[in-house]
């Protein structure tokens, strides 16, 4: 069983959708990041959280620490937000442990 | 610089030669970072730098693989006698350690490598 596990793998949805995607990991961490990777494109960092819940613009990151928990929503969902969404978690400024990723399509 | 910057962008190489790979981290960035994401496939750690600290070397997947970073600044990547295996986009990221900020990590946007 991976460390990071996210659902769904793959997720289709029209334009203006309210989007979550889920983030389950089983160790110790200092810190869970969600990432996100566009068609051949570089990766950019969403979030860095380690507690209760940021937000930037439409996105919206949640953790629960205790149930090993996090969640990514993206509100009124538009075709460029199109992208893979990754999960991924750390110990301080160790190595970042990455879940499989979500393929999200957004269709308008 | 403004961000992290990494060359080349792309690399072609043929099945034995050595490649170089070259990552210059966000300036103040006291921890970088070497991952690899091959085709289809997720991210994988190669190896780690923090300060003036041994690097974890946990992730190189042979003693092909070195990387080193000079002066806590730049690092480069060494691939001797590649292999068609090791075609994948190389990625650097840094941060500073200890940063509150929302964001973490900052990635590079990778060197592509494909070994024909």
């Known amino acids: 069983k991976n460390e990071v596990e996210q659902s769904p793998q793959n997720l289709t949805a029209q334009e203006g959708e309210f989007i979550t995607i889920n983030c389950s990991y089983s160790v110790g961490i200092s810190a869970l990041h969600w990432l996100q990777q566009h068609p051949g494109g570089g990766i950019v960092s969403l979030f860095m959280l380690s507690s209760g819940k940021k937000k930037h613009g439409r996105l919206i990151a949640t953790i629960n620490i205790q149930e090993k928990h996090s969640s990514l929503h993206i509100t009124a969902s538009h075709p460029r937000d199109s992208a893979v969404y990754i999960c991924a978690v750390s110990k301080g400024a160790q190595k970042l442990v990455f879940g499989q990723g979500t393929r999200l399509t957004i269709n308008p | 610089g403004a961000g992290v910057s990494q060359s080349p962008s792309n690399k072609v190489t043929e099945k034995g030669k050595d490649v170089e790979l070259r990552c210059d981290p966000i300036s103040g960035h006291t921890a970088l970072y070497w991952y690899r994401q091959s085709l289809g496939q997720g991210l994988e750690f190669l190896i780690y730098f923090q300060g003036n600290s041994a690097p974890d070397k946990s992730g190189l997947p042979s003693d092909r693989f070195s990387a080193e970073r000079t002066g806590g600044s730049v690092s480069t990547l060494t691939i001797q006698r590649t292999q068609q295996e090791d075609s994948a986009v190389y990625l650097c990221?840094?941060?500073?350690?200890?940063?509150?900020?929302?964001?973490?990590?900052?990635f590079g946007s990778g060197t592509r490598l494909t070994v024909v």
């Open positions: 990221a840094s941060i500073l350690s200890g940063t509150g900020s929302n964001y973490g990590y900052t």
